[in-house]
Each structure stands twice: as C-alpha cells, then as structure tokens.
Antibody
Framework: EVQLVESGGGLVRPGGSLRLSCAAS????????MIWVRQAPGKGPEWVSY????????YYADSVKGRFTISRDNARNSLYLQMNSLRAEDTAVYHC????????????WGQGTLVTVSS | EIVLTQSPGTLSLSPGERATLSCRAS???????LAWYQQKPGQAPRLLIY???SRATGIPDRFSGSGSGTDFTLTISRLEPEDFAVYYC?????????FGQGTKVEIK
C-alpha cells in the first residue's frame, strides 16, 4: 500500500524557517517524481515544488522561488522541503504527492502537515 | 500561466441526480495533461480522472470525464451520498501545474 506521511509543520514567525519531511513507503520511491502541494485554509491546492526521480529536474512555483528548496534522499525514501523567509501567505497545509509514472498527474497524496506563519 | 475556471461554484443536487461540472482553460490544454480530483473535508485530494477521460484505479464508473482544448467536463451519472465533496480540475504545462478554484457539490 502506497503511503506518504508528512511531518515538520508548526507555528513559525514571519521570516523564520522550517523543514518539512515526507516519508514514503509501499512503492519504489527512487523511480518516481515527487511534488509538494499546499492548500491555504478554504482555498484550492497550489503546487509548490517538483523534483524528478533522480533530482536532475527541479521546479518551483514563482511564489516560493528563491525561498524554498526541495530535496530527496532515495536511500531513505524521503522527500524534503526547506522553507526560508516564511511569510504569512505561506500558511497552509503542505502535502507531498507522487506523480504517476511517466505522466503528470498526482496519483497519491499524503494527509499533509500544517504550517502557520504568524507573529 | 494557464488559468482554469470551474463552474458552477456550488452545485446543489439530490442523491441519484446527475452532476455536470465544467472546467474551462484560458488557453488550449493537452487532454493528456488534464486531471480531476475529489476532496472531502479534512482529507487530501483524491485522483478521479486523468488524461481528461481515464478513471483512476478504484474509481466507480459513475464518474466520467470528457472534453478537449479549452473545455472539459466531469460528470457523475447518479450521485451517491459519498460523492458530496469539492472537485478540482488540474492541468500541467510549461513546467508548472494549475488547479481550478473548485466546484462544491452539496446535498440539496
């Protein structure tokens, strides 16, 4: 069974940093591209950052470019998101999701971890 | 960036009725890059349809997707109680993804 479990969320002050983790199981993690998607309270999903299976291709949404860094450790079956210079508008539930093999849609999602940026 | 506009914002229907949800793109989208998701309160989105018309694993056949170019449709043939939720369309293009703002299907 495919499982994605996020951790690392919490309350942080504006300008602060946070590192999110996503533990993957039930599939060969190193074969799949992965993505972080966030959802602000009462809003629709917004993609944040993408990494290919071997980290050779990495993309960021304009809203986080230069502040967030995606990485992965295929030996540990883990995906990460380092978030710096956090702003109030970064407040959201952050989900990691698996990208279907060879395609572009997200076939499995984690339940998410809540990040709240507030003073 | 391609903008996806979903309509209506809210659909009030009774169990057993047919639901038709629309997703319109600001420019042409490849059908292979169009997906639909269902989200219930407190849960992550769940993939329903990919490639505009292919059902994801385990999705009942009362869910169907159609369309091409800039106009796409998700149809639920007969609403079951568990289908009342928010539905999002999504597209991929230019190394980025965008989602529509969602259609809420609520019990009338």
């Amino acid at each position: 069974e495919v499982q994605l479990v996020e951790s690392g969320g919490g309350l942080v002050r504006p300008g602060g940093s946070l590192r999110l983790s996503c533990a993957a199981s039930g599939f060969t993690f190193s074969h799949y591209s992965m993505i972080w998607v966030r959802q602000a309270p009462g809003k629709g999903p917004e993609w944040v950052s993408y990494t290919s299976s071997g980290s050779s291709s990495i993309y960021y949404a304009d809203s986080v470019k230069g502040r967030f860094t995606i990485s992965r450790d295929n030996a540990r079956n883990s995906l990460y998101l380092q978030m710096n210079s956090l702003r109030a508008e970064d407040t959201a539930v952050y989900h990691c999701a698996r990208i279907a093999y060879g395609l572009v849609h997200f076939d499995y999602w984690g339940q998410g971890t809540l990040v709240t940026v507030s003073s | 960036e391609i903008v996806l506009t979903q309509s209506p914002g809210t659909l009030s229907l009774s169990p057993g009725e047919r639901a038709t949800l629309s997703c319109r793109a600001s420019q042409s989208v490849s059908s292979s890059d169009l997906a639909w998701y269902q989200q219930k309160p407190g849960q992550a989105p769940r993939l329903l349809i990919y490639g505009a018309s292919s059902r994801a694993t385990g999705i009942p056949d009362r869910f169907s997707g159609s369309g091409s170019g800039t106009d796409f449709t998700l149809t639920i043939s007969r609403l079951e109680p568990e289908d009342f939720a928010v539905y999002y369309c999504q597209q991929f293009g230019g190394s980025s993804w965008t989602f529509g703002q969602g259609t809420k299907v609520e019990i009338k």
